[in-house]
T-cell receptor, first 112, second 113 residues
Framework: RKEVEQDPGPFNVPEGATVAFNCTYS??????FFWYRQDCRKEPKLLMS???SGNEDGRFTAQLNRASQYISLLIRDSKLSDSATYLC?????????????FGKGTMLLVSP | DTAVSQTPKYLVTQMGNDKSIKCEQNLGHDTMYWYKQDSKKFLKIMFS???????INETVPNRFSPKSPDKAHLNLHINSLELGDSAVYFCASSRRTGDNEQFFGPGTRLTVL
């Protein structure tokens, strides 16, 4: 069974802190990787893709280690508005079609 | 100018009833999906349609029947509702099958009493 595992949290951090989320995936054939963000009682939205070489988008840095089947997301200088659940997502093949497999998410609470 | 819309937003009903949820996307996407997010927040794909054709059906009970009258619409009909069907159901779309960015609707919160 293809799985994506995340620490559910919650991670409680003060504003300005740096926080890191980890994720592991079970399917070594997975092709592409993402972080989605889901605010409380809202729909998930794509935050960023994750590339093998690592990539950065402002305060957010994503890393991928294919050998360890491990993905990470680092958030620097946390803002109150970063409070949300962060979903690790893997693109897998399913009956010949690619589908997204979601982790259960890690909740982040940023306090003043 | 909502991209992916769902109705209703909330649905409270008795066990044994039949209900439908509707989804529409105005993005011109070819592929649409239904996901279920249970009380443990686990988001799991149920169905995927590409240009009105069913391409993925994830071991979902046959009480759940999706219908796509055209590529902009994907509805979900549920027969004989059970307590375990209580969840948030999200519709999503992507430009084509295999696209990594999926756009989600706001969700339909179904409560079965």
């Amino acid at each position: 069974r293809k799985e994506v595992e995340q620490d559910p949290g919650p991670f409680n951090v003060p504003e300005g802190a740096t926080v890191a989320f980890n994720c592991t995936y079970s399917n070594s054939a997975s092709q592409s990787f993402f972080w989605y963000r889901q605010d409380c009682r809202k729909e998930p939205k794509l935050l960023m893709s994750v590339y093998s070489s690592g990539n950065e988008d402002g305060r957010f840095t994503a890393q991928l280690n294919r050998a360890s089947q491990y993905i990470s997301l680092l958030i620097r200088d946390s803002k109150l508005s970063d409070s949300a659940t962060y979903l690790c997502v893997v693109n897998d093949m399913n009956s010949g079609y690619s589908t997204l497999t979601f982790g259960k998410g890690t909740m982040l609470l940023v306090s003043p | 100018d909502t991209a992916v819309s769902q109705t209703p937003k909330y649905l409270v009903t008795q066990m044994g009833n039949d209900k439908s949820i509707k989804c529409e996307q105005n993005l011109g996407h070819d592929t649409m999906y239904w996901y279920k997010q249970d009380s443990k927040k686990f988001l799991k794909i149920m169905f995927s349609y590409n240009n009105k054709e069913l391409i993925i059906n994830e071991t979902v009970p046959n009480r759940f029947s999706p219908k796509s009258p055209d590529k902009a619409h994907l509805n979900l009909h549920i027969n004989s509702l059970e307590l375990g069907d209580s969840a948030v159901y999200f519709c999503a779309s992507s430009r084509r099958t295999g696209d990594n960015e999926q756009f989600f609707g706001p969700g339909t919160r179904l409560t079965v009493l």
